[in-house]
């Protein structure tokens, strides 16, 4: 939906009647964009578990409070019920953190041969005695009665759609020679979560080298975005590595330079750095190296392609990442007018052009 609203012109989606959309966490402004493109639909959020037949809660999107930091997960659907427990399986009284757990006509029997696991994930009320099942979430009820999603009560995050256990990534990286300890987490940003990770050890590690030993043992999906070398952990108030902490001081450092040698490079720099928000990008920076990932990819090249008026594929930042790279993966195009395209980057600078929030909706 992030895509297909990105990629509309405003109203060109008038025919959607209903959005539902799902996955945990839904950027807070992306309600206002679906607006945009569809303004009769009505928008649904939607969570729950596959343990529980999926989806066992909705909310309905209508206007978003400015004040959210969230969209709230909802209450549960008809033959559902959701419960918000403590340690010792009491009630949480409203506005107070607990574990999620789902119970009603959804859950499942359990795991398949696996009873230590079913009696682990699967117990019963200690008032009702329904079984219920519990989903390692968090959540708390707000004032209304609707419920906040909090996240993950461990270490497993999911990031573009991958559930991923933050301990596996990071027992591989302690596998890779000079490396003394790890740490993984998700990176959340306007383009979604990405993984990045945090490691200490021998002088010399280079985090792109490490990337690539761990990826002849990890799925891709489980390799992280960015690696960064620490000197030392932050803690939390009780000794343990405080991951916020790690996450909030951590931007990718910009390695690659290079000066713009026209206006066309000076262009698609301004293009690499507003949809990474930054400030300014090198001609050789890598753009997945700064924190990009496809979810941004999608939107640059979207960009790109209105600005310029291309039909670029997405693969193409992917095979070239720098704007050195990417200007090259262009020009070597038959259908591609190198001249014209530099005639248009001259005008839009000379009128001082600025990309605005918009920029990435195709015109």
């Given at each position: 939906m992030e895509l297909a609203v990105a990629a509309?012109?405003?109203?060109?989606?008038?025919?959607?009647?209903?959005?539902?959309?799902?996955?945990?966490?839904?950027?807070?402004?992306?309600?206002?964009?679906?607006?945009?493109?569809?303004p009769d639909a009505k928008v649904i959020s939607l969570g729950g578990a596959t343990e529980a037949s999926i989806w066992s809660i909705l909310h309905e999107i209508g206007d978003v409070d400015p004040a959210w930091t969230s969209i709230p997960y909802g209450r549960p659907t008809a033959n559902q019920t959701f419960h918000i427990l403590d340690k010792a399986m009491s009630p949480c009284p409203i506005g107070v953190p607990g574990d999620l757990h789902i119970g009603g006509v959804g859950v499942a029997m359990g795991y398949w041969n696996a009873p230590e696991l079913?009696?682990?994930?699967?117990v019963d009320h200690p008032e009702t005695g329904a079984r219920i099942y519990r989903t390692g979430d968090l959540g708390r009820y707000l004032p209304d009665g609707t419920i906040e999603f909090l996240g993950r009560d461990d270490f497993q995050v999911k990031i573009q759609g991958f559930r991923i256990e933050l301990g596996e990534v990071e027992a591989a990286l302690r596998?890779?020679?000079?490396?003394?300890?790890?740490?993984?987490?998700?990176?959340?940003?306007?383009?979604?979560?990405?993984?990045?990770?945090f490691v200490?050890?021998?002088?010399?590690?280079?985090?792109?080298?490490?990337?690539?030993?761990?990826?002849?043992?990890?799925?891709?999906?489980?390799?992280?975005?960015?690696?960064?070398?620490?000197?030392?952990?932050p803690l939390t108030g009780n000794g343990k590595v405080d991951r916020a902490a790690l996450v909030?001081?951590?931007?990718?450092?910009?390695?690659?330079g290079?000066?713009?040698?026209?206006?066309?490079?000076?262009?698609?720099?301004?293009l690499w750095a507003d949809t990474l928000d930054r400030d300014a990008v090198g001609t050789r920076d890598s753009f997945f190296t700064l924190g990009g990932q496809s979810l941004l990819a999608a939107r640059l090249v979207l960009a790109i392609n209105a600005v310029l008026d291309l039909?670029?594929?997405?693969?193409?930042?992917?095979?070239?990442?720098?704007?050195?790279?990417?200007?090259?993966w262009l020009e070597v195009k038959p259908e591609v007018d190198a001249d014209a395209l530099l005639g248009t980057a001259e005008a839009l600078l000379a009128d001082g052009y600025e990309m605005d929030d918009d920029e990435s909706t195709a015109r």
């Open positions: 509309a012109r405003p109203g060109a989606l008038a025919s959607l009647r209903l959005v539902m959309l799902s996955g945990d966490w839904i950027r807070v402004g992306l309600p206002a964009d679906i607006a945009r493109a569809c079913t009696a682990a994930s699967f596998q890779c020679t000079g490396v003394a300890d790890a740490v993984a987490a998700a990176e959340v940003g306007d383009g979604g979560a990405r993984l990045v990770a200490r050890g021998a002088d010399g590690l280079d985090p792109e080298q490490l990337r690539a030993d761990v990826g002849r043992t990890l799925p891709a999906y489980m390799v992280p975005s960015s690696v960064a070398v620490v000197g030392s952990w909030r001081g951590h931007l990718p450092v910009a390695e690659g290079g000066e713009p040698r026209d206006a066309l490079d000076e262009l698609l720099a301004e039909e670029v594929p997405v693969r193409a930042l992917f095979e070239a990442p720098t704007v050195v790279a990417f200007r090259d």
